[in-house]
């Protein structure tokens, strides 16, 4: 075999060997990127079924305070009632009083005796007031804490949002480098 056949094939061998060297260093980049890129998948699968329970606990903490506001509203419109039904009490009495005080002389006793009943309607009055004012107060801070669970609510979605839009770039991403 001639001198020059044997150089252009030790060359060519050469070459193959560089070209099979460089080909190795680039797969074994891909490899890594690759291996990066499902480590990072995993993290945000496991961060968007931690979101995920989050919200359902959320969903259930706002069902149960809407419950309890309905309970609460239920109860205070009973109490609305009731306070109608003693002020309209209230109001016949006094017309009473009105009636029996012409005659002061002979009805004294039934004067004092209605008297001592309305103090006693007066004071479940002043009771269910007092109920009244404390639901409201009651009901102003379960409103409000539901508000803070839906902002929370909302923040956290604001995230998991965030989050699909990264996963959804990391796959679109990792599928343009499975496309080349």
């Known amino acids: 075999m001639p001198r020059f056949y044997r150089v252009f094939l030790s060359l060519l061998i050469v070459a193959l060997s560089v070209v099979c060297g460089i080909q190795w260093r680039r797969e074994a980049s891909l490899v890594q990127g690759l291996n990066s890129l499902s480590g990072e998948k995993a993290s945000i699968d496991r961060d968007r079924q931690g979101a995920l329970q989050q919200i359902q606990q959320w969903e259930v903490e706002n069902h149960r305070l809407e419950s309890r506001i309905a309970e609460l509203s239920s109860l205070l419109e009973t109490n609305r009632t009731e306070l109608a039904a003693a002020q309209r009490g209230q109001r016949k009495a006094e017309i009473e ?36 004012r404390e639901q409201n107060e009651v009901v102003k801070r379960v409103v409000g804490e539901r508000d803070d669970m839906v902002r929370q609510l909302n923040e956290r979605t604001r995230e998991y949002n965030a989050m699909v839009e990264k996963y959804n770039t990391l796959v679109k991403q990792l599928e343009a480098s499975k496309a080349k």
């Not at 012409?102 to 007066?122: P, S």
């Open 97 to 132: 009083v009105e009636r029996l005080t012409a005659d002061v002389a002979a009805h004294r006793a039934a004067i004092e005796q209605q008297n001592t009943n309305l103090k006693r309607q007066n004071e479940v009055i002043a009771r269910q007031s007092e109920s009244i």
